[in-house]
C-alpha cells in the first residue's frame, strides 16, 4: 500500500523480476486502469548518451495500465515494478503476475528471517533491500551472505531519520529514497535524483553495516543530501556541490560516530584552515567560493552554533511563502534568518567570507549582539601582520 505521494512518480516493488526478452501477463485492478500508472520492467533507468557504452543506453521499459490484464517484457529484462503517479493514495490492491523469477526482496517488518534464509538465494540478478525510508537495489551477489538485514534496517532507518531531522522534516519520507547500482551512470561516481545512482561498485558499501559504522560513507550521504537541498538557501553554482555535506558530517558524526576530520579527507582542520586562508589571501572573491571552501562557512557556524541553529534556520524557511531569485537576494535572507535563529547579528561574519551582504540587512540586525571573535577576525589580523 504506497502512502500518498507527494511530488513525483513513486515505483512500488513487486519482488519479482522478468528473464531477458520474457514476456508475461499481469492482471491489473479495475480502479486503476488509465489513471496514469504504469508497469516498469528494469531499475536503471538513466539514459547513456556519451562515450564507451558498458551497457544499452536504455535498458528500461514502461507500459501505460490501459487494460485490466496487460502483456509486459523487457529485451534487457529487469525488476518489476508499478510507478505510481503523483498525489495518489491507494491501499490494498492487488496485481497478479502470471509468470517471473523471484527476487531476493526483504521489506522491513514484513519479511521474516526465516523467509530471508530462503529469499536470499533467489536467483534474480539484482535484489532489493526496501526499509523505512530508503530502498537499495543492488546485485544479488552482495546479499547473499547478508544475515541479518534487520541490523541494516536498523542503521539505515537512524540514517534516514536523521538526514530528516537536520531537513527539519517529519521522520517519515512522503516517498521513500532510492538507491539503484548500474553498471554505468549517466555522470559522476554516483548522482542524486529519483533514485540515487550508484556504481555497481559502490553496492557492497550499502549492505554493510559494519563497514558503514567504520569507514563511514560519504559519497551516499551525499547523494541524500542533494535531494534534501531547496532552491531557496541554495546559490547555484557556488553551494551546490557544498551544502549536501552537511548532511553527510551530520550522519558521520551524530549517527555513524566518526568526525567529520576522518569523514573525509578534504575534512582535516589543517585543510579547513589553509582553504579559509587561501581565500582570504585571494581577496575574498564570490568566484572562488564553492564546494570545499564555502563549507567552511558553514563549518565555522556549526562549531560556534551548533546543528540546532542549522535546524532552526531549515524550519524557519519550510514556514516562509516568498523567497528573492538572485543569488544576493537569497544571500541577505539567509544572513538574516541565520542570525535571527542564533539571536546575534552574523553580518561581519559573512562579509568576512564574500557575502554581498546589504546595508538593508545590517539595519535589520543592528539591534543584535554583533559577533565580533567570528574565525575570520583571525583571518585578517593574520593578513594584517
Known amino acids: ?121 533467489a536467483p534474480s540478478p539484482w535484489a532489493e533491500l526496501e526499509f523505512e525510508n530508503i530502498i537499495l537495489t543492488v546485485p544479488s551477489e552482495v546479499v547473499r551472505s547478508l544475515d541479518r538485514p534487520d541490523e541494516l534496517a536498523a542503521l539505515w532507518d537512524e540514517i534516514m531519520r536523521a538526514i530528516a531531522d537536520l531537513a527539519a522534516i517529519p521522520h517519515k519520507f512522503p516517498r521513500k529514497e532510492r538507491f539503484v547500482a548500474d553498471v554505468q551512470i549517466s ?44 532552491g531557496c538557501w541554495e546559490f547555484a553554482p557556488h553551494t551546490t556541490e557544498c551544502t549536501c555535506n552537511l548532511w553527510s558530517v551530520y550522519v558521520h558524526e551524530e549517527v555513524l560516530g566518526i568526525n567529520r576530520e576522518k569523514a573525509h579527507p578534504a575534512m582535516t582542520l589543517e585543510n579547513q584552515k589553509k582553504r579559509a586562508a587561501d581565500f582570504v589571501a585571494g581577496g575574498r572573491d564570490l568566484g572562488s567560493w564553492s564546494m570545499w571552501v564555502a563549507l ?25 511563502t516568498t523567497f528573492p531569485n538572485d543569488n544576493e537576494g537569497k544571500m541577505n535572507l539567509y544572513a538574516e534568518t541565520f542570525s535571527q535563529a542564533v539571536g546575534m547579528n552574523l553580518s561581519a561574519f559573512f562579509k568576512a567570507w564574500g557575502w554581498p551582504i546589504q546595508t538593508a540587512t545590517e539595519e535589520k540586525l543592528s539591534m543584535l549582539p554583533p559577533w565580533s571573535d567570528h574565525p575570520m577576525v583571525h583571518m585578517f589580523l593574520l593578513q594584517q601582520q
Request: aromatic letters at 10%; charged letters at 15%.
Open 1 to 121: 500500500s504506497p502512502p500518498g505521494t507527494r511530488g513525483g512518480h513513486e515505483w512500488i516493488s513487486t519482488g519479482v523480476y522478468l528473464s531477458p526478452g520474457m514476456k508475461t501477463y499481469v492482471a491489473i485492478p479495475a480502479e486503476i486502469v488509465n489513471k496514469d500508472w504504469k508497469i516498469q520492467i528494469g531499475c536503471q533507468t538513466d539514459r547513456l548518451t556519451e562515450g564507451v557504452l558498458k551497457r544499452a543506453p536504455c535498458v528500461h521499459e514502461h507500459f501505460p495500465v490501459t487494460s485490466e490484464m496487460m502483456q509486459v517484457w523487457n529485451l534487457w529484462g529487469g525488476l518489476m515494478y508499478l510507478v505510481v503517479p503523483p498525489k495518489t493514495k491507494v491501499e490494498g490492491l492487488e496485481v497478479i503476475v502470471q509468470m517471473a523469477v523471484p527476487a531476493p526482496y526483504y521489506k522491513s517488518g514484513v519479511t521474516t528471517a526465516a523467509e530471508w534464509s530462503l529469499l536470499r538465494s
Open 187 to 230: 555522470h559522476g561516481w554516483m548522482h542524486a535524483g529519483y533514485p540515487v545512482m550508484a556504481h555497481k561498485a559502490s553496492a557492497t558499501e550499502l549492505v554493510d553495516a559494519d563497514h558503514m559504522r567504520t569507514q563511514g560513507m560519504w559519497g551516499p550521504i551525499h547523494e541524500l543530501g542533494h535531494n534534501q537541498q531547496r
Open 296 to 320: 567552511g562557512t558553514y563549518m565555522q557556524l556549526q562549531e560556534r552554533f551548533g546543528w540546532d541553529a542549522f535546524k532552526k534556520v531549515f524550519a524557519a524557511y519550510h514556514l516562509m
